[in-house]
């Protein structure tokens, strides 16, 4: 299976195998209903049809000949990223899930009339597969993200001192409030929302071509809102020009590119 995407499907408690779910669906008592197992697309051509609800999350990555990784859709996904989006998408409603073959590239030119498709492929991708369903539900939380981004614009910091900027890249000090802690007083609603927003990476952040380790981050589209414990920013496109980043949350912003990064 491709390790940038994973795909898992819903069953209804009484008909859960031996295997163990990734997830539960609760009812309003609490009590499990439904779980979410793990799929793995066999490498070899095949479709599969599922009765119930599936899910696909994870990076969609491309390369620049498309011929290493390549992913194709038909209707507008909720990330505003061209390149890499990150997705979380719930297919409902006839869903099939199309093996493509070893290393074949991404295609949705077979799914039905009326129906939502996204693929995924490319040389380097073992199981590249196609999804689609009547209906594709967005579960990335993006109206809360906004939500927490419009607040760190509000209060992020246009003082020369805490205003940097890398090429195209621009950071603005928004204060010493933990990630979560913001999010909470940017209205978000529950520890739901907040953990599923709130990433905490081990590798590091990564904006186009500018990256820096960070203890958390909100991400969107091209800006990203991280927490730091003093940390330096870096690009080998300006090798000379390190961004040193004190303690806090910093607002991250660069224009997409339109060919090359800066």
Wanted: with cysteine; charged share 20%; proline share 8%.
């Amino acid at each position: 299976m491709n390790e940038l995407m994973k795909i898992s499907y819903r069953e209804d408690i009484e008909d859960v195998g031996w295997k163990g779910p990734i997830s539960f669906d609760r009812g309003a008592d609490g009590q499990p209903v439904a779980v979410w197992q793990e799929f793995h697309v066999p490498p070899i051509p095949g479709h599969i049809s599922f009765p119930g609800a599936v899910r696909v999350k994870g990076r969609l990555e491309s390369t620049r000949g498309g011929a290493n990784y390549n992913w194709l859709t038909n209707f507008p996904l909720p990330s505003r990223a061209p390149y890499c989006p990150r997705v979380h998408l719930e297919f409902r409603g006839e869903v099939v899930v199309r093996a493509l073959g070893w290393h074949e590239s991404a295609d949705t030119c077979w799914a039905p009339e009326g129906h939502q498709a996204l693929s995924w492929g490319g040389t380097l991708v073992p199981s590249p597969a196609a999804i689609v369903g009547k209906e594709v539900i967005d579960l990335s939380f993006r109206k809360e993200r906004e939500k927490v981004f419009a607040s760190a614009e509000q209060k992020a910091s246009k003082d020369p001192c805490t205003c940097f900027a890398q090429g195209q890249l621009r950071a603005f000090y928004v204060g010493h409030s933990h990630l979560e802690d913001f999010a909470a007083e940017a209205g978000l609603d529950g520890e739901s929302e907040i953990s599923s927003i709130c990433q905490h990476p081990q590798s590091p952040v990564v904006l186009f071509n500018h990256a820096l380790f960070v203890k958390g981050v909100i991400g969107l589209d091209n800006s990203r809102l991280v927490d730091v414990q003093g940390a330096v920013l870096l690009s080998p496109d300006h090798p000379f020009e390190p961004l040193e980043l004190e303690t806090g949350l910093w607002l991250l912003t660069h224009p997409f590119p339109e060919k090359e990064v800066d």
